[in-house]
């Protein structure tokens, strides 16, 4: 913005107004989508010198700037810069390569999202780079992990699919103590929910795709970093040759503007319908950090500001007829993966056969329920519907 306000700003305001300069763009509340790769140079001599605003398309554009300005401006303090990547999975590859190279070891929590793992176990060790996974619930006792080479540990609160919260604070300080990275997977409580610096990360990664998008039409991600991290993530983007199509990147700066009050729906609805299932006589647990009974939630409230939409539930042992004639069963809730935009789904999922540091046994069917923007009664009457279609196959 260009008027700047007398008073402090909250994190919802600043949805509102980060990375905004209107005069920029003849007054216009938005920028421009610049389609853009070669920028022209007025004389040989500027050409030469590569003197000009912009230099390459693939460099940066108005559109990218504001972007990446918006998103800095809302991680707030210790944030110096983002990398904006053309996934969420691109932004975690991104900065792990960022963080450590041949010879180097780094700890993964064995409650990643999945694809981070496939990553780590593949490239990585092709690369000469060694994983170590370990307890999501590891806290301070991190430390004990550590080698002379360890050069990074991922964290990612609440855990994929399984919820699991991690003490980032007890984790990043040990970690710093031994001059070691901490990169997290920050997509479950995005920027709003979770101030990343002020807990002690240094790479905090989104999967833009999910909320930030809001709307399941764009795939984006983005990292952002402190001071330490940021010149070799910008390094690693650039001569990957990394970068977003401008209407992904104009979409994401679209659903920026309405997160707040967009999560604060998902937070209370989701909240809601992780109640109802909660008192439901198939359900055996909820996996819920704001839920009062979750092992998660004293950290949970003392970290966090808020929830998203996502959570998971254990239903007590049934067959799988059972559960599938449960899903086909419900109609407001599409079957499929990714979330984090306007409408609710729901996933079957599985952590047991790929979990290697800890023991995944939920005592019955597990699913994960993305809870969308509908009116959460009519949500909850659909998995009513559900429930009488789970008991008539029992
Ligand atoms: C979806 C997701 C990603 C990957 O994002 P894409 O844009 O689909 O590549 C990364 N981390 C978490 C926690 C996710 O849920």
């Not at 900065?95 to 990585?124: E, K, M, N, Q």
């Not at 409580?189 to 990343?196: E, M, T």
């Not at 209407?247 to 909240?271: K, N, P, Q």
């Not at 409408?343 to 290697?356: G, K, Q």
Request: net charge neutral; with cysteine; charged share 20%.
């Amino acid at each position: 913005m260009a008027k700047k306000p007398k008073t402090p700003i909250k994190p919802e305001t600043r949805l509102v107004t980060a990375g905004r300069d209107s005069q920029a763009y003849h007054g216009f509340v938005n920028p421009p989508v610049y389609h853009a790769s070669t920028v022209l140079y007025p004389t040989a001599e500027d050409q030469v010198a590569h003197r000009s605003r912009y230099q390459y398309g693939r460099r940066g554009t108005p559109t990218s700037e504001a972007l990446e300005n918006a998103l800095a401006e809302l991680e707030g303090e210790g944030c110096a810069g983002v990398a904006l990547l053309p996934s969420g999975l691109a932004a975690i590859s991104t900065a792990l390569l960022a963080a450590a190279g041949a010879g180097d070891h780094i700890l993964v929590t064995d409650s990643v999202y999945r694809p981070t793992r496939t990553f780590c176990d593949g490239v990585f060790k092709r690369l000469g780079v060694e994983t170590t996974y370990y307890d999501p619930l590891i806290g301070a006792d991190i430390a004990k992990l550590f080698r002379p080479n360890t050069r990074a540990v991922f964290v990612e609160a609440p855990g994929s699919q399984s919820f699991e919260m991690q003490d980032i604070p007890a984790i990043a300080k040990a970690a710093h103590d031994k001059g070691v990275l901490v990169l997290m997977d920050n997509t479950w409580a995005s920027s709003l929910y979770f101030r990343a610096f002020a807990k002690g990360v240094d790479l905090s990664i989104q999967a833009g795709t999910k909320y930030i998008g809001g709307h399941s039409d764009i795939m984006f991600g983005c990292v952002s970093a402190n001071v330490k991290t940021l010149p070799t993530l910008k390094n690693t983007v650039y001569t990957m040759g990394l970068c977003v199509g401008p209407d992904d990147m104009y979409l994401a700066l679209h659903g920026l503007r309405t997160l707040g009050v967009r999560l604060a729906r998902h937070y209370e609805s989701g909240l809601r319908v992780a109640r109802w299932l909660a008192q439901r006589p198939e359900v055996l647990r909820v996996l819920h950090p704001a839920l009062e009974s979750d092992p998660g939630h004293a950290i949970w409230k003392r970290d966090f500001t808020g929830a998203c939409g996502l959570f998971s539930i254990v239903l007590k042992p049934c067959s799988q007829s059972a559960v599938y004639a449960f899903m086909n069963e419900l109609a407001l809730f599409g079957m499929g993966f990714s979330w984090g935009g306007f409408e609710s789904l729901v996933i079957l999922f599985d952590c047991a056969e790929y979990r290697t540091a800890t023991k995944w046994a939920p005592g019955g069917p597990t699913l994960r329920f993305h809870i969308g923007l509908e009116d959460a009664d009519d949500l909850i009457a659909d998995l009513e519907a559900g429930f009488a279609a789970l008991a008539a196959v029992k």
